[in-house]
């Protein structure tokens, strides 16, 4: 028989808690009770309550998750894992078990609350997956977005023909980059060298910016940016790992994440745009790749998504399953229930019939017909951000040297507009080129 006892602050449940959380972090970061104590009090003036869960057998702690519980259409209260992730092993940390599920499971129902549990990123298979499943039936679970992976060892599978043909085309690009400068990786290891790191991070944030600059992003928020340098700042060992892409010192591309172990779990990645045309996300990657072995990592977690980005490198995927169910039986439990899972199983559906790109289209149709190039020679401080080193194919008649200076130029000042120390020359007599009424107003990528 298995009991839970339930705390409502950090402070109070750190010494029967913490230990059990900080074991469960060498499998996944998210587990760190320094993250999940930061996580809290970054969302905490928002009005969120949280409630720490132990499972106990006898006197014994075997387990312990944390949950969120805010107020969500109207009365009702919706209650989720605190820090997002896969709940199969985020969510509860020590003993994975059906009975730890269904222990766990049966404490929500039972406390009283109006509201329903939405539990994402449930591994098929997993403890938790098979207690809602069972409680709940196959048709309350909802297929989200996978997690692939890649096997860095010897023993991988084998690629497939298209996935290996791609990416024996990355060298190549690397190549013709590296006629704009030199190209290194530089591995920023924010436990081994804290200060250093700091320093770094406001410049990826600059580059992250670049690469989201017209699309919506977590990581443009201020709050987000501010709780991940506090933690890195703060935590006594962060395990955050960065894999950054230099051109000619310059950052252009990184890979964020931690290390947990023999496992590397990307969190945060970007490039910088102006080279998508050289696969420049998919160069630092595979350079990524080839330090992490030296490293002793042999699994590369891509975290959640579908793109063709990971998808192309993953050696499998683990399909993640959410679920949505009532916390009691009254009419603010069933609308808050189904008010949530109508969203969910509405974007499954798409996916599954490879709908969302063809509702893209058309959003993007309707945002009016004007085009990129319009954009860019409608103003020149734009045109120099967005027009960058790839996109001169109409100053081809230019002489080579002088072409590479109108390049190195144009680079030049998207780095010194993102606050990026640069070295390179910027000749008076390359300005003119970059009005409307020179020849870069019919740049195209």
């Not at 930061?38 to 106990?56: D, H, K, Q």
């Not at 890649?150 to 043909?165: C, G, I, Q, V, Y």
């Not at 947990?260 to 050289?278: D, G």
């Not at 309707?366 to 085009?371: L, R, S, V």
């Amino acid at each position: 028989m298995l009991d839970v006892r339930s705390w409502d602050s950090f402070e109070r449940a750190r010494t029967r808690l913490a230990p059990v959380f900080d074991a469960a972090s060498a499998q996944n970061p998210f587990l760190a009770w320094d993250w999940m104590s930061a996580y809290w009090e970054s969302t905490r003036r928002s009005g969120e309550r949280i409630s720490l869960l132990g499972v106990f057998r006898g006197d014994e702690l075997i387990a312990a998750t944390a949950f969120r519980l805010r107020k969500k259409y109207g009365a009702a209260t919706l209650v989720e894992f605190l820090t997002e992730g896969r709940s199969d092993s985020q969510g509860i940390a020590g003993e994975q078990s059906l009975a730890v599920a269904n222990a766990i499971l049966q404490h929500l129902r039972t406390r009283g609350l109006n509201g329903a549990v939405r539990l994402n990123e449930m591994a098929e298979g997993s403890p938790m997956y098979e207690a809602c499943r069972l409680a709940y039936g196959a048709e309350a679970m909802t297929c989200e977005y996978p997690c692939p992976y890649r096997d860095l060892t010897s023993a991988a599978p084998p690629e497939s023909s298209s996935n290996k043909s791609f990416q024996k085309r990355i060298p190549n690009y690397q190549r013709r980059l590296e006629a704009f400068g030199r190209v290194e990786l530089k591995v920023l290891d924010f436990d081994a060298n804290r200060a250093e790191c700091l320093e770094w991070l406001p410049r990826l944030f600059a580059l992250h910016d670049l690469r989201h600059a017209e699309r919506r992003n977590a990581w443009k928020d201020e709050r987000n940016r501010e709780f991940l340098t506090d933690y890195a700042r703060t935590a006594v060992k962060s395990n955050l790992l960065a894999f950054v892409t230099l051109l000619d010192s310059v950052p252009v591309a990184f890979d964020l994440g931690f290390r947990c172990a023999n496992k590397f779990v990307l969190y945060i990645p970007a490039f910088h745009p102006s080279f998508e045309k050289f696969r420049l996300g998919h160069i630092n990657r595979a350079m990524t790749f080839q330090q992490c072995s030296r490293l002793g990592i042999d699994h590369y977690d891509f975290s959640r998504g579908d793109s063709f980005a990971k998808r192309v490198w993953c050696h499998g995927v683990i399909d993640n399953y959410s679920c949505t169910f009532p916390l009691g039986s009254g009419m603010p439990s069933r609308l808050a229930t189904y008010a949530l899972q109508a969203p969910v199983r509405l974007k499954a559906w798409l996916r599954e019939h490879n709908q969302t790109k063809r509702i893209a289209t058309i959003v993007e149709f309707a945002k009016g017909p004007q085009t990129k190039a319009a954009k860019v020679s409608a103003d020149p401080a734009r045109l120099r951000r967005e027009a960058g080193p790839l996109r001169y194919s109409a100053l081809a008649g230019l002489p080579e040297e002088q072409m590479t200076q109108l390049v190195e130029f144009v680079f030049a000042q998207q780095c010194k507009e993102s606050a990026w120390q640069v070295s390179w020359p910027s000749p008076d007599l390359l300005c003119a080129k970059l009005t409307p009424e020179g020849p870069s107003i019919e740049i195209t990528c």
